[in-house]
């Protein structure tokens, strides 16, 4: 069974940093595309950060400048440095893999971890 844990996420005051990471787990033989997208309440998830197998990253306009996506892929992680956070950036935030091959290949198409809490004080 294929799973993407997430961790890293917490309380942190304005202008603060925090660093998420997404673990997949089971017997994985590639790993496409992986993202970071949040959901605050009340609002629709939203993307937030894609990064490819070659390393080739994209960033919603409002993160640009202050997160930084990466990956590991001996490690099947994916990371997200997150720096001078606003109250804006309050969310729910959770890891995805477009699709995911595992070793008997079965594929896992658009995976989700369950997600972790990231909130920002003022």
């Known amino acids: 069974q294929v799973q993407l844990v997430e961790s890293g996420g917490g309380l942190v005051q304005t202008g603060g940093s925090l660093r998420l990471t997404c673990a997949a787990s089971?017997?994985?033989?590639?790993?496409?595309?992986m993202g970071w997208y949040r959901q605050a309440p009340g609002k629709q998830r939203e993307l937030v950060a894609t990064i490819n197998r070659d390393g080739t990253t994209t960033n919603t306009d409002s993160v640009k400048g202050r997160f930084t996506i990466s990956r590991d892929n001996a490690k099947n992680t994916v990371a997200l440095q997150m720096n001078s956070l606003n109250a804006e950036d309050t969310a729910n935030y959770y890891c995805?893999?477009?699709?995911?091959?595992?070793?008997?290949?079965?594929?896992?198409?658009?995976?989700w971890g369950q997600g972790t809490q990231v909130t920002v004080s003022s």
């Open positions: 089971g017997r994985i033989s590639i790993i496409n595309a």
């Open positions: 995805n893999a477009d699709f995911i091959v595992d070793v008997w290949g079965r594929i896992y198409r658009n995976y």
